[in-house]
């Protein structure tokens, strides 16, 4: 099998994540081609060429259409601001590279649809970067639920809440410009990833009812203030599709809490319940343990769970967050070379983006909002 | 200061943990008077005899209004099926009686505000039963909160989510019966802690969207099977007088959580969180302390957080249900002995109902349903 | 059945926690006779009858021996400094009394065997007040280990750590004094919780092996200081006479623990560990569990765990530190009335006087002590 | 900068973790030069060959001593069982090779202090793999008691503990034969991570004493059951070289624990404690903060704990075990490439295995035992 070129658009963040995954895929997955490390794309040509060196790139370039164009280059990651992956997607696509790109896809459901219609006409192997439903833990509760473990499942709820703008004093930034990254700020920037574990875990969602505040209005920007353009915090009420009700609630200012990916899904006989701050970790009661002996019992990851065996035999012995950008791309290097399914693909983040873009709707019109309805327009 | 003669109604789970906390709290408290058990009234007289022997009674009557006539009686604890709450309790308000009264206080906001109006026209001391805002971890939060110490408050969620009926094989009850506890079902049987909890921490409520299901629509009833009449569980987002966002979930089927009474409250600066199956801890962040040494605390109920210090001065050694009973009982005694408050009296209670009508409401109409109206409304 | 006439030695924490239970017990157990608070002595006269009516007692002396003297008087709770315990325990039964006493029984083995004999002369009830063993949740681990579901036991360890006397600016007080607490300090204080804990769990221990230390070994006194003259903290490895290996450390200068008795038993096919500070909770690790699925479970106390039942019937409504004397004392007074057997009784604290004597041996002569020897020699 | 050619020798369990972390470690730290995987070392050359596609090394082979003569080899990681790790380190270092050695480093402190001096007369930078020292959140807990921030330390205790032998129907293996590993089982293979975190967070251990069990004596071996020569647990005493006494348990046959690394450094004014399962946090109390807010703290490891912000730059979101490997690589090579100090090197290790040789003697002659002794005379 010959190897796979990477481009990663973007070196920031993500693009150091997507970075350090692929330096380690093909060795902890074991696999018979190596992902390589060909090219990374910033937005000036100087810092790029840095950023390969100190990444482990074979080059570096100041423009992102010079990495399309590459012929030693077969699938890219987009790490950019919201606004640009549109624009990188649909090009790399029609380029005929493969893609994973990160969350949100697009700042609209509308703007996902356009990339997963792109997609759906290239042919090509598309991702979304929810990298959380990765996590060997997530796969056990998925592989429980799906299982009937718990039974039939009457309720879900999930938030996902964090605190790194909870200081009013923090600069402005593009995360609070509509225009970069949409109406949608905590809603879009991490509701997005309960949304998607809700959709993996019970399936797609109906309709909703939401509210959103904005409680730092404005922020400090230059010798000024300038204006907070979406959410701090949002919460919605949902049905799935199966009627099944839930909730979820996100905060970019929740105080105390970094990673406060969590969710709780209840069945007729049992319930299985997550925190991502103890992430190796998954609690779950089975109501058919004995009388009086019955708990929740604490299920550290382990061999068997998800992906965990592939990078540690020892079960219990931690499994951490860029672990599961590996898991990710592996996935998603599996889907290139044998042709198995990624998920969630371009088309299933339209869903996602359906749900928010119908929250927002809620929010400016005080009920419930049907999702399907959304959904259809976006992809008309 | 003279002996306060004490007639209980009803001799069930409550009726019995009245008798527990009456028996100890002259001691607990060191009180210059002495509560006394005068009389336990049941529906049968032989069998009130019995309760009065196995609780401590000084004697038993099959006729609640014998106990409402005792001129030895001077306070009386409620502790019967809903629909008679508000019966027992204006007759006994009458009869010049202070009266504690266990919660639900009616099936109805309209019915406890009768309640609340007979009440205010006898001039006694009343109190509902919503015990678990009595809790040291709870006062605790509330002295945190009210001091500012976790800043402006912008976010609360609370559960209170049990599986005492989530074996669908359990008989069908008059707790599933809409003319015994009214409509609703989880959402007025213990919902209705949790918007006490809402009203005591962060204020009245102004307005509510929910949804509620019964998912076990049938239950055994002799040879066949009777219709359940109110909800398994309901969930609701709300917003408060102040304009604070947040939810609440509740649940009698929730399979694994036994007390599953939690809150958490989110403030500009810090954060509480609780959970009653840990109920003599609370769950600080706070945003001041030192970078890189924060994070949630776990405090331990001790001397100072409420009236832990009566229990026992050995800081963190335990705190248990009955003893929330306790607290309760002594504030009831030193609001008739010492002219101080009581919360929370019927009219408080109230509130509380009006919530409960209003979530009802929004299930039965779809949208957000405005608070005050109904409580207005219920006044009347 | 008679009433039960009940006095009380001593007015302090324990004084207050006996009274508490002697108040509700009877309403708790739903018992055919009654406890009656007759008599509480203190050493002055004027106090006494001060507590008596603080604590609701017929009346108060400033002499214990009248209170020994008095004819409605069956049985005795002594809650004194542990120098007095000899005394008036022997006194009491001599008088014909039922003993309940404050651990640590005596301050050596001796003083603790010459009480045991006394009571089996007498033919009278006694009881060692090691509360926490009353706990439902420990009550469950006898049970889980009793009944062989962890499979055979390999290992045990316990601390019992709190932090009271983690300030050096505490004042000397008579607990730092060897003539009237013996020479073990935080090892005869809580340690022996913890030893008791061992023999009720797994049995008699055969040898130890120890060390201790006084951090502070000075404490103010009026306008100098004094010295301690016993141990802020205590370690020792053991060998039960079954053979199992197990391990102890206690303190009371461990800062941030306020009631950290903890212990965890290892069997061949499972695990129960326990903390105090959650102590209606216990965690339980069974190997039989399907594979993938297996984790530590948290029991949270209800009906069928110890006595629980008799208190609450809603499972993980919580259990509180007065509640274990409360089940404490019924098993006493169950043992007068029903002549069931009561546990600890005298004769059993000598064994766990026998470990804190061996332990005390070891750090004086530097090796591991055989138990056998000291208990023989204490009973001789 | 020059690239630093890695050799590795042996592809199981830590065979992998080194070929992990040798692939992301360069791009991880953002280093000048690149780790480059040259060459891996099985036991067989066919095999090895395979190892080198899968691990992504550009060569294997079936002699190790091939792998030391390469010139483009200047670092070599030995994941070989024990009793080869002292020929093959020497012969390393003989080769003018940087080494890391899997831990323990030898079957005894003798053979360790034989790598020891080899790396002393070799001058190059050796590093023993006690991969848990490097953990965010121990590095914290370093900083935190060097920094005085929970004043003198007063007392120090750890456990590890695993199940991996529970089930006695596991076969036997090379791990509980005495001429492989030593005569150390669980002391020798697991205890030495606790030992050594007591030496990094406390310092070195001046005496013990000890007891073990081989609790399953016999294990399936072809048609019949061989014996098992070394220890299945193990608890010993201890007093460092600074007089603070402490204590160690570890267990291979410890059912439920998975990785119970546990410790609890107690300071005069705080206390900092650990578990290597909820390997992302550490439990801080600070006895300065303000009365009735003080308790346990959870920190999530985030950028400023030790190199956590080298993996991601979101505080709270998770670190692998795989991470720490990595963590210890970079050290190492940092100190061959900018002659940093890297630790524990080989002289530390023999310190750690002094302990379990005096353990091991305590055992056999039962009592206490001077480490120094034993380490002086492994030195000689």
């Given at each position: 099998?010959?190897?796979?070129?990477?481009?990663?658009?973007?070196?920031?963040?993500?693009?150091?994540?997507?970075?350090?995954?692929?330096?380690?895929?093909?060795?902890?997955?074991?696999?018979?081609?190596?992902?390589?490390?060909?090219?990374?794309?910033?937005?000036?040509?100087?810092?790029?060429?840095?950023?390969?060196?100190?990444?482990?790139?074979?080059?570096?370039?100041?423009?992102?259409?010079?990495?399309?164009?590459?012929?030693?280059?077969?699938?890219?990651?987009?790490?950019?601001?919201?606004?640009?992956?549109?624009?990188?997607?649909?090009?790399?696509?029609?380029?005929?590279?493969?893609?994973?790109?990160?969350?949100?896809?697009?700042?609209?459901?509308?703007?996902?649809?356009?990339?997963?219609?792109?997609?759906?006409?290239?042919?090509r192997v598309t991702m979304t970067g929810f990298n959380y439903v990765k996590n060997p833990a997530t796969q056990?509760?998925?592989?429980?639920?799906?299982?009937?473990?718990?039974?039939?499942?009457?309720?879900?709820?999930?938030?996902?809440?964090?605190?790194?703008?909870?200081?009013?004093?923090?600069?402005?930034?593009?995360?609070?410009?509509?225009?970069?990254?949409?109406?949608?700020?905590?809603?879009?920037?991490?509701?997005?990833?309960?949304?998607?574990?809700?959709?993996?875990?019970?399936?797609?969602?109906?309709?909703?009812?939401?509210?959103?505040?904005?409680?730092?209005?404005?922020?400090?920007?230059?010798?000024?203030?300038?204006?907070?353009?979406?959410?701090?915090?949002?919460?919605?009420?949902?049905?799935?599709?199966?009627?099944?009700?839930?909730?979820?609630?996100?905060?970019?200012?929740?105080?105390?809490?970094?990673?406060?990916?969590?969710?709780?899904?209840?069945?007729?006989?049992?319930?299985?319940?997550?925190?991502?701050?103890?992430?190796?970790?998954?609690?779950?009661?089975?109501?058919?343990?004995?009388?009086?002996?019955?708990?929740?019992?604490?299920?550290?990851?382990?061999?068997?769970?998800?992906?965990?065996?592939?990078?540690?035999?020892?079960?219990?012995?931690?499994?951490?967050?860029?672990?599961?950008?590996?898991?990710?791309?592996?996935?998603?290097?599996?889907?290139?070379?044998?042709?198995?399914?990624?998920?969630?693909?371009?088309?299933?983040?339209?869903?996602?983006?359906?749900?928010?873009?119908?929250?927002?709707?809620?929010?400016?019109?005080?009920?419930?909002?049907?999702?399907?309805?959304?959904?259809?327009?976006?992809?008309?």
């Amino acid at each position: 099998m010959a190897d796979i070129g990477f481009g990663v658009i973007g070196a920031g963040y993500m693009g150091k994540a997507y970075a350090i995954a692929l330096s380690q895929v093909s060795t902890v997955y074991e696999m018979p081609h190596r992902a390589v490390k060909r090219v990374i794309a910033t937005s000036d040509a100087a810092g790029a060429r840095g950023r390969a060196r100190d990444f482990g790139f074979e080059r570096g370039t100041g423009d992102w259409r010079d990495l399309l164009a590459a012929d030693d280059v077969q699938a890219v990651a987009i790490a950019s601001p919201t606004f640009l992956h549109a624009d990188m997607a649909v090009a790399a696509l029609q380029a005929g590279k493969h893609v994973i790109c990160e969350k949100p896809l697009g700042r609209t459901a509308r703007e996902a649809a356009q990339m997963a219609k792109a997609a759906q006409a290239s042919g090509r192997v598309t991702m979304t970067g929810f990298n959380y439903v990765k996590n060997p833990a997530t796969q056990l509760a998925h592989q429980i639920i799906a299982g009937g473990d718990i039974g039939e499942v009457i309720h879900f709820s999930a938030t996902h809440v964090e605190d790194y703008l909870m200081d009013p004093a923090l600069p402005h930034d593009w995360r609070q410009v509509a225009a970069h990254v949409g109406r949608a700020g905590a809603l879009g920037d991490i509701a997005s990833h309960a949304i998607n574990l809700a959709h993996f875990l019970v399936g797609p969602v109906a309709e909703v009812v939401g509210m959103r505040q904005t409680v730092h209005a404005q922020r400090p920007a230059g010798d000024g203030m300038a204006a907070v353009e979406n959410d701090d915090q949002a919460q919605f009420l949902m049905r799935f599709a199966s009627g099944v009700p839930g909730s979820i609630a996100a905060s970019r200012i929740h105080a105390g809490r970094k990673m406060g990916l969590t969710y709780e899904v209840v069945g007729t006989r049992g319930t299985v319940r997550f925190d991502q701050e103890r992430m190796a970790e998954l609690q779950f009661y089975d109501a058919a343990d004995r009388k009086g002996r019955q708990g929740f019992r604490t299920i550290l990851a382990a061999p068997g769970h998800g992906d965990y065996g592939r990078f540690c035999i020892g079960a219990g012995h931690g499994f951490g967050y860029n672990d599961m950008i590996v898991v990710e791309m592996a996935e998603f290097i599996r889907a290139i070379t044998e042709e198995t399914p990624a998920w969630p693909d371009f088309a299933a983040a339209v869903h996602t983006a359906a749900v928010v873009d119908a929250v927002l709707a809620s929010c400016d019109q005080g009920g419930w909002i049907d999702v399907k309805a959304i959904e259809s327009e976006a992809w008309a």
